[in-house]
């Protein structure tokens, strides 16, 4: 069974809601899946284009719809939670293209925050993924050298963030993406989060 399509609902929801009164087709969760990634603002961008008048408009509407809507239907895909109770020795951050408050909150909604020691959002830094800048952020507030550090990721920005910051990546294709897109990762996780343990435990030995 495909899960991807429960996480993108809602931002599915918030962006129609958005897009309606300006006379916008509604779009399907498929739609939106081959979106996403780059940001809020990117993702208006990339359904109206980059000089219309109600940009503004629409990402505020999105905004205040999203973050009253923001778990309505998301939860955790299958296995996180184990996984991150299992991973709880290791140092943990949150590196999204979501602005820093939408990020917490979503976290917090699923119960998910306290397993992270740091979470990075879009207006963190002043850079975002696919720039190195949001991880070496993180491995200077962890004090992780970018040997020590594995970025475990969905998408193409995410795998060209690591790699571009000098750290192993790792992708996994149960998410919105497909092989084609996570192909540069040094690591691929096919079916489970769960896969991440072991792969984790042989990196360290090597």
Same mark, same amino acid.
Do not use: C
């Given at each position: 069974?495909?899960? !991807? !399509?429960?996480?993108?609902?809602?931002?599915?929801?918030?962006?129609?809601?958005?897009?309606?009164?300006?006379? $916008?087709?509604?779009?399907?969760?498929?739609?939106?899946?081959?979106?996403?990634? #780059?940001?809020?603002?990117?993702?208006?961008?990339?359904?109206?284009?980059?000089?219309?008048? +109600?940009?503004?408009?629409?990402?505020?509407?999105?905004?205040?719809?999203?973050?009253?809507?923001?778990?309505?239907?998301?939860?955790?895909?299958?296995?996180?939670?184990?996984?991150?109770?299992?991973?709880?020795?290791?140092?943990?951050?949150?590196?999204?293209?979501?602005?820093?408050?939408?990020?917490? #909150?979503?976290?917090?909604?699923?119960?998910?925050?306290?397993?992270?020691?740091?979470?990075?959002?879009?207006?963190?830094? +002043?850079?975002?993924?696919?720039?190195?800048?949001?991880?070496?952020?993180?491995?200077?507030?962890?004090?992780?050298?970018?040997?020590?550090?594995?970025?475990?990721?969905?998408?193409?920005?995410?795998?060209?963030?690591?790699?571009?910051?000098?750290?192993?990546?790792?992708?996994?294709?149960?998410? $919105?993406?497909?092989?084609? +897109?996570?192909?540069?990762?040094?690591?691929?996780?096919?079916?489970?989060?769960?896969?991440?343990?072991?792969?984790?435990?042989?990196?360290?030995?090597?």
């Amino acid at each position: 069974m495909a899960h !991807w !399509w429960i996480h993108l609902r809602d931002i599915t929801r918030a962006l129609n809601y958005a897009l309606r009164p300006f006379g $916008y087709p509604p779009l399907s969760n498929e739609q939106t899946m081959k979106l996403v990634g #780059d940001g809020i603002s990117r993702l208006i961008e990339k359904v109206i284009g980059e000089d219309r008048k +109600e940009f503004e408009q629409i990402r505020q509407s999105f905004l205040d719809y999203y973050g009253k809507h923001i778990a309505d239907h998301s939860r955790p895909y299958p296995d996180v939670v184990e996984t991150l109770e299992r991973l709880k020795d290791y140092k943990k951050a949150v590196v999204t293209n979501k602005r820093e408050a939408l990020a917490r #909150d979503l976290l917090r909604q699923l119960d998910l925050n306290r397993f992270f020691d740091l979470i990075v959002g879009s207006d963190t830094t +002043e850079e975002t993924k696919p720039s190195p800048v949001p991880l070496q952020y993180v491995l200077g507030r962890l004090g992780i050298s970018p040997e020590e550090a594995v970025m475990i990721g969905d998408g193409s920005t995410d795998i060209k963030a690591g790699r571009a910051a000098g750290v192993r990546t790792v992708a996994v294709g149960y998410g $919105y993406k497909g092989y084609e +897109e996570l192909k540069d990762a040094d690591f691929f996780v096919k079916k489970s989060i769960k896969e991440v343990i072991a792969l984790l435990k042989r990196l360290k030995n090597l």
